[in-house]
């Protein structure tokens, strides 16, 4: 197993680049989670998804767009890259059954 | 609305030392508690975790903690730090009643003196 992947590793975008921030897991999570983490903040959740063709909005979505279109992947859209974007980018999902969440080795993104 | 404090963002301890990080959670029902680790330029890792029953639990790599329902505290100990234990720890809460989403506390790097 995998396990979570995600990619890309590093990016830099420009003030109103788009990208999107690829999240996979081959544990037939039902559960995905897109996070934030800045420094000195902990995580913040940015959306999350129950299953496939669900998603909600977690703590912090705005500027940020979800889907989840199969089980095993659950891509995360910037539309309009600010400043404020800038971050470590974290995926995680989770077994229905179980409470422990597992996750990627993130994606640090910088908007310049 | 549930929360976590994890006091000092920076813990330094001498290698064998005794490691106490301290979190308190605030919440209206029984949580669910967590000690996540991410070591330098990785992802979360779980170290352990309370849900019900014997309110010390044992983790990977040494560390336990014990639930203190009066005090509202998570803390996370070592009897004897290692230099690999150098990482940041995150102190989680989940209920069961909303989809076991985390509250994150902002973390405690915890560096370790030779």
């Known amino acids: 197993n995998a396990g979570v992947t995600q990619t890309p590793k590093f990016r830099i975008l420009k003030i109103g680049q788009s990208m999107t921030l690829q999240c996979a897991q081959d544990?037939?999570?039902?559960?995905m989670y897109w996070y934030r983490q800045d420094p000195g903040m902990g995580l913040k959740l940015i959306y999350y998804?129950?299953?496939?063709?669900?998603?909600d909005k977690g703590e912090v979505p705005n500027g940020y767009n979800v889907s989840r279109s199969t089980t095993e992947d659950f891509p995360l859209r910037l539309e309009l890259a600010a400043p404020s974007q800038t971050s470590v980018y974290f995926c995680?999902?989770?077994?229905?059954?179980?409470?422990?969440?597992?996750f990627g080795p993130g994606t640090r993104l910088t908007v310049l | 609305a549930q929360s976590v404090t994890q006091l000092g963002s920076h813990v330094s301890v001498s290698e064998g030392a005794l490691v106490l990080l301290r979190c308190n959670y605030s919440?209206?029902?029984?949580?669910?508690l967590f000690w996540y680790v991410q070591y330098p330029n990785q992802g979360l890792q779980l170290l352990l975790k309370?849900?019900?029953?014997a309110t010390l639990v044992k983790g990977i790599n040494g560390f336990e903690a014990e639930f203190k329902k009066s005090e509202t505290s998570f803390h996370l100990t070592k009897p004897s730090a290692h230099m690999s234990d150098a990482a940041e720890y995150f102190c989680?809460?989940?209920?069961?009643?909303?989809?076991?989403?985390?509250?994150w506390g902002a973390g405690t790097k915890l560096i370790i003196k030779p």
């Open positions: 995680a999902s989770r077994a229905g059954s179980t409470d422990t969440q597992y």
């Open positions: 544990m037939n999570h039902n559960y």
């Open positions: 998804s129950v299953g496939a063709g669900i998603t």
């Open positions: 919440s209206s029902v029984p949580p669910y």
């Open positions: 309370y849900t019900t029953g």
């Open positions: 989680a809460v989940s209920r069961m009643d909303s989809n076991y989403q985390l509250i």
